[in-house]
C-alpha cells in the first residue's frame, strides 16, 4: 500500500519545527476546548438552573469516569504511536492493519468498561463519602453517562487515529459540532423538560455518539492507508500487542492516578456539599488553563513519534526543547489572567457566597503552580512518543499515587484545612517534573535509537 491523502495529513519529519507544532496543536488546542465544554457546561447549567448539590453531583463523580475512560486513553496513546512511526516510516500496510485492529478493540473494551462502570458507580460513590444530599443525583448521573461511553470511546480512538497521520482539523470540526448539540441539549432537558442531572447526562452521551459517527465517518471516507473499511476489522495480534506494550503503562498510570484522585475527592467531601461544589467550578477552570500544555504534549507525541521513525533523531529531541518553551510561556501568561479574572469566571457557575468563597481559594493557592506542570506533560508525551511509556507511568504513579496520598494521609493528621488538600496537587507536579527530567536527559531511548541508526 502507499500513503495517500497527505493534503490532509501533516508530515512533520521537514521543515520549521515550531510552526509545524503550533500549526498541529492549535486546532488540537480548539478540540480540546470544545471538548472540555462538554462536562464544563452540564456544571455551568446545574449550578444555575438546578442546585448547589447538583454541582458537587456533576463535578464530584469525575474522578470515577476518569478512571475508567483514562485505562482506555492510555491504550489509545499507545496506538497513535504506533500509527505516528509506521505513517512516519511510509508502510502502509502496517499503517492499515494498526487502525483496524484498534478500533475493533476499542468495540470490545467500550462493552466491557459499560458494563464495568454502571457496576462500580454505587460502590465508589459510597467510597468516596459522598453526603446523602448528594449521592442520588450523583449515582444518576454515572449511571447514564457510563451506559453511552462507547460514543466517547469512538471519538477519541478514531480521532486519535487522525492525528496521528497529521490531521488534526476534521477531530476539530466534528468536536465543535457535538460541543454546540451538547449546549443546546442541556439547556432543553434542564430548562424546559427539567430533567436536572439527568438532562445534562443524556446531552452528553448524545453528544458523543454524534462526534464518533462523524469521526468515524471521516475515517471510511479518507483515500489514505488509514481508511476505515468495516469488513477489514480483524486482530492483528503483532500490532495489538504493540499498542498494549505502549499504551497499557500509560493506561494503568492513568487510571491508577484517576483512582488516586478518588480519595483525594473523598478529602475535599469531608467538608461539605459547598466546598465540593467550590472544587467543581475551580476543577471546570483548571482544566482550560492545563489545555494548551496538554496539547502541546499530544504535539510532542505524534512529532517524536513521526522523526523517530523516520530515524531523524536530533529533529526529534529539538522538538522536545521547543513544545517545552511553548507550553511554559503560554502557561505563564494564562495563569495570569486566571487570578485577575478569578471572581468573574466563578461566577459563570454559581453565584453561592460558599461556593464562591471555597472557588477563590482554590485558586488563588493552586493556580500559580500550574507552570510546574510543563515539564512533566511535555516531557512524557516526548518519551511516549519514542516508544517509551514505562518510565513515564512508573513515575506519574511516584509522584501522583504514592507521594501524594502519603502527604494527604500524613498531614491531614496534623492540618485540618482544605487548602492543605488542595495543594496536594502542585506538590506532586513538581515530584513529578524532576523524576521526568531525569528520566529523560539519562536518554535510555535515545541510545535504544542511536543503535538502531547505527545499525541500520
Known sequence: MSLTGKKKTMDMT????????????????????????????????????????????????????????????????????VISQYFGAHNGEMVHKSVHTTLLMTVVLGIVFTFIGIGMAPVMLRFMSTPDDVMGSSSEYLRIYFGGVIGLMLYNIASGILRAVGDSRRPLYFLIVSSVVNVVFDLVFVIVFKMGVAGVAWATILAQFISAGLALYSLARSDGDYRFVIRDLRMDWMVLKKVVRIGLPAGLQMAITSFSNVFVQSYINSFGSSCMAGWTSYSKIDQFVLLPMQSLSLSATTFVGQNLGAGKLTRAKKGTRVSLGLSMAITAALTVLLLIFSRQMLLLFTQDDNVLYYGSIFIRFLCPFYVLCCANQIFAGSLRGAGDATGPMFIMLASFVFFRQLYLFVGTRFIDSVIYVGLGYPAGWLVCSLGMMVHYYRGKWERWYTNKEAAD
Do not use: C, H, R
Open 14 to 81: 521537514e521543515g520549521v519545527i515550531w510552526k509545524q507544532l503550533v500549526a498541529f496543536a492549535l486546532p488540537l488546542l480548539i478540540g480540546n476546548l470544545f471538548q472540555q465544554l462538554y462536562n464544563t457546561v452540564d456544571s455551568i447549567v446545574v449550578g444555575n438552573f438546578v442546585s448547589t448539590q447538583a454541582l458537587a453531583a456533576v463535578g464530584s463523580v469525575t474522578p470515577i469516569i476518569n478512571m475508567l475512560i483514562g485505562f482506555f486513553s492510555g491504550l489509545a496513546t499507545g496506538a497513535g504511536v
